[in-house]
Structure formats: structure tokens, C-alpha cells
């Protein structure tokens, strides 16, 4: 089993579990419900190891931790009669599969592009032919994703502190310079420095759209 936990996706349910004790008691059988974990493995079929939720997984600083405690959200889930999901991106997310290699992934137990980029050796294998492919694809888009979200992130920074000169000027929209001075700040956020010497605005606004392109 490969160690990385973007593989491992856990689905916590009740089963029926006999009491030989109470069972020789009472002559019948006399069942209790018991709360578990099945540990999914992405890309293995046939290793699903269940363990009881609330025996213990590892000791951690001494401290023993549950198999609930060591997926709370997912537990938690569960308890809620919520639908247990992989924590991740979903397949359906990802625009280079069809819907046919979504269903042969999940049946694999892929269910993010997280896990799938995350895949390796046998159990990359048994993804087929394609599986190589599919995993760097995956790669690409988790990396174009987080990509985008810095530059989007830097683009509400750059609004918001318009309208916080806005504010500051009594009026609803930034004066010229105001924006000017927004865009050094931002290229100096990116560069560690000021632009030298008095930019026009629209020089500024390539300098910082060339800046972000490149980041």
C-alpha cells in the first residue's frame, strides 16, 4: 500500500455484529451494532481492510487515536447521515474524462484528481494503458488550479484595496492616481520592490499583468 493519504478514502457504516456471550446467555443469537471503517486504497480492487471506528489506529504522541479521530470530517458525515464523499476534487471535475472513464475509475476506488495524480506503480498499473496519461493530466490540472487561484486572490487583493482608497477619499470610485499607486504596491508585492521612477498607469497595469502571467 503506497503511504500518501490523497490514496486512502475511508467510508464509515454499522454493521450487525453477534454477541457470543450474550448470545450463550440468552440462547439466541443476540447481535449488537457496531460502527466501522472500510479503508478504501485507490487503484487496489481487492484490498479493503475494516477495522472497528473506534479501535485504535496509531498512538500519536503517546496518545492512542481512532480511526474516527484520524478522519473526524468523515465520521462526522456519517454520523450526520450525510453522503460520505473523498476529500478532494471530484472526477467530475476533471474535462479530459469521459463519463465511461469516470465509472472505471470509481470502480478502481479513484475518486478524486488528487488521488489519481497521486498514483504510482501497481496501482497505476492498473489503471491500463491510458493511465500514465491520465495521471499527468491530472497533475496539470491540479497545477493550472492552483495557478489560477493565486491569481485571482491577487486580483481581489488589488480591488479591495481600491476601494479602501475609495473609502478613505470619501468617494465611490478610485481617483487615478489611486490606482496607480495600487498597482505599485501590487508589483512590489511580487517583485520586493517599487517601480522607479513615476510609471504611467497603463505602464503599470503590463508591468503587473506580465508579473502575474509569469508567477
Do not use: C
Given at each position: 500500500?503506497?503511504?500518501?493519504?490523497a490514496?486512502?478514502?475511508?467510508?464509515?457504516?454499522?454493521?450487525?455484529?453477534?454477541?457470543?456471550?450474550?448470545?450463550?446467555e440468552?440462547g439466541?443469537?443476540?447481535?449488537n451494532?457496531?460502527?466501522?471503517?472500510?479503508?478504501?486504497?485507490?487503484?487496489d480492487?481487492?484490498y479493503?481492510?475494516?477495522?472497528?471506528?473506534?479501535?485504535?489506529?496509531?498512538?500519536?504522541?503517546?496518545?492512542?487515536?481512532?480511526?474516527?479521530?484520524?478522519?473526524?470530517?468523515?465520521?462526522?458525515?456519517?454520523?450526520?447521515?450525510?453522503?460520505?464523499?473523498?476529500?478532494?476534487?471530484?472526477?467530475?471535475?476533471?474535462?479530459?474524462?469521459?463519463e465511461?472513464?469516470?465509472?472505471?475509475?470509481?470502480?478502481?476506488?479513484?475518486?478524486?484528481?488528487?488521488?489519481?495524480?497521486?498514483?504510482?506503480?501497481?496501482?497505476l498499473?492498473?489503471?491500463?494503458d491510458?493511465?500514465?496519461?491520465?495521471?499527468n493530466?491530472a497533475?496539470?490540472?491540479?497545477?493550472?488550479?492552483?495557478?489560477?487561484?493565486?491569481?485571482?486572490?491577487?486580483?481581489?487583493?488589488?480591488?479591495?484595496?481600491?476601494?479602501e482608497?475609495?473609502?478613505?477619499?470619501?468617494?465611490?470610485?478610485p481617483?487615478?492616481?489611486?490606482?496607480?499607486?495600487?498597482?505599485?504596491?501590487?508589483?512590489?508585492?511580487?517583485?520586493?520592490?517599487?517601480?522607479?521612477?513615476?510609471?504611467?498607469?497603463?505602464?503599470?497595469?503590463?508591468?503587473?499583468?506580465?508579473?502575474?502571467?509569469?508567477?
Open positions: 500500500m503506497q503511504n500518501n493519504e490514496l486512502v478514502v475511508p467510508f464509515f457504516k454499522t454493521m450487525a455484529n453477534e454477541d457470543p456471550n450474550a448470545s450463550k440468552q439466541r443469537p443476540i447481535f451494532d457496531l460502527e466501522i471503517v472500510e479503508i478504501r486504497i485507490a487503484g480492487r481487492n479493503a481492510p475494516v477495522f472497528p471506528a473506534h479501535s485504535m489506529w496509531q498512538r500519536v504522541d503517546g496518545n492512542p487515536v481512532t480511526y474516527a479521530e484520524r478522519w473526524p470530517e468523515a465520521y462526522a458525515r456519517f454520523k450526520a447521515g450525510q453522503e460520505q464523499v473523498a476529500a478532494g476534487t471530484p472526477l467530475s471535475e476533471l474535462p479530459f474524462l469521459s465511461a472513464k469516470r465509472a472505471e475509475l470509481r470502480a478502481l476506488k479513484v475518486y478524486t484528481a488528487e488521488a489519481l495524480a497521486s498514483m504510482d506503480g501497481k496501482n498499473k492498473a489503471l491500463g491510458t493511465g500514465r496519461e491520465m495521471k493530466q497533475t496539470a490540472y491540479l497545477a493550472k488550479a492552483v495557478s489560477s487561484a493565486g491569481t485571482v486572490a491577487l486580483a481581489a487583493e488589488v480591488e479591495a484595496l481600491k476601494a482608497l475609495a473609502a478613505m477619499r470619501g468617494t465611490t470610485e481617483e487615478h492616481d489611486d490606482e496607480k499607486e495600487a498597482l505599485k504596491v501590487q508589483i512590489a508585492t511580487l517583485t520586493g520592490q517599487r517601480p522607479r521612477g513615476n510609471p504611467s498607469t497603463e505602464t503599470l497595469r503590463e508591468m503587473l499583468s506580465d508579473l502575474q502571467v509569469t508567477a
